[in-house]
Structure formats: structure tokens, C-alpha cells
């Protein structure tokens, strides 16, 4: 069970600063929540983030690679990620992002999931 309290120290009613990485730069710590945020587009999920110091910095989620990331990965309040910045596609110009999650692993899945195409394994033509 949460500490609500304790968790409630930290709150200032302000958001935390929000984390803009340069390309390469990493932040990682423990997810302590999630929110809405206003951005300048509009409504923007955020994952409010506590470093090892104890510095908390706002995700804001307005990267699309960066959402679908936290969407397939789904990090749960209390758990620790890690989040680096790799920079705009050379070709496309979106920012891409890599995400980890420290959690133990489950028995990997080989099941088709619809991309897999039909092949004979004895068909080498």
C-alpha cells in the first residue's frame, strides 16, 4: 500500500520541471504518477517521474514514439524506467526515444502476432 502522505510531501501544487533531453541524454527514477497536462497543442498525458536525488521531472508523453512506448510497455506507478533520447530520425524527422522498465521479465510470447508470413522452412528457391 501507498504512503500517501509521505507521497504528499513532495507536492508543491506546481508541476516539476519538465525534462528536455539533448540528443543521447537519459533520465531514469521511479514512476511516482500520472496526469493530464495543458500544452500548447492541448491536452498531453505526462508521467510525473522521481530521480535517485529525489529531483521529480515531468514526462510530458507529446512525442508519439515516446507515448507508444509508456502504451506497450504500460510502467506502473512504483516502478523504476529508464528513458534516452536518441534523436530525430535522420530521414523522417521524428524524435525517437528508447524506454526500459526494471521489472523481471515474463517467458517471451513466440506466438504469430499477424505481420508473419506463411513459409515452407524446407523451401529454399
Given at each position: 500500500?501507498?504512503?500517501?502522505?509521505?507521497?504528499?510531501?513532495?507536492?508543491?501544487?506546481?508541476?516539476?520541471?519538465?525534462?528536455?533531453?539533448?540528443?543521447?541524454?537519459?533520465?531514469?527514477?521511479?514512476?511516482?504518477?500520472?496526469?493530464?497536462?495543458?500544452?500548447?497543442?492541448?491536452?498531453?498525458?505526462?508521467?510525473?517521474?522521481?530521480?535517485?536525488?529525489?529531483?521529480?521531472?515531468?514526462?510530458?508523453?507529446?512525442?508519439?514514439?515516446?507515448?507508444?512506448?509508456?502504451?506497450?510497455?504500460?510502467?506502473?506507478?512504483?516502478?523504476?524506467?529508464?528513458?534516452?533520447?536518441?534523436?530525430?530520425?535522420?530521414?523522417?524527422?521524428?524524435?525517437?526515444?528508447a524506454l526500459l522498465v526494471d521489472r523481471d521479465e515474463q517467458e517471451p510470447d513466440f506466438s504469430?502476432?499477424?505481420?508473419?508470413?506463411?513459409?515452407?522452412?524446407?523451401?529454399?528457391?
Amino acid at each position: 500500500m501507498r504512503n500517501l502522505e509521505a507521497e504528499l510531501e513532495h507536492e508543491t501544487g506546481e508541476w516539476p520541471a519538465a525534462w528536455k533531453p539533448q540528443e543521447g541524454e537519459c533520465v531514469s527514477g521511479i514512476v511516482r504518477r500520472y496526469s493530464v497536462g495543458t500544452g500548447q497543442f492541448g491536452s498531453v498525458r505526462t508521467c510525473i517521474l522521481e530521480k535517485a536525488n529525489g529531483e521529480r521531472v515531468s514526462l510530458w508523453l507529446n512525442s508519439t514514439v515516446l507515448l507508444s512506448l509508456f502504451e506497450r510497455e504500460r510502467p506502473k506507478v512504483g516502478e523504476q524506467i529508464g528513458i534516452k533520447y536518441l534523436g530525430k530520425h535522420p530521414d523522417k524527422g521524428y524524435k525517437r526515444f528508447a524506454l526500459l522498465v526494471d521489472r523481471d521479465e515474463q517467458e517471451p510470447d513466440f506466438s504469430p502476432v499477424g505481420g508473419e508470413q506463411e513459409t515452407d522452412p524446407f523451401d529454399f528457391t
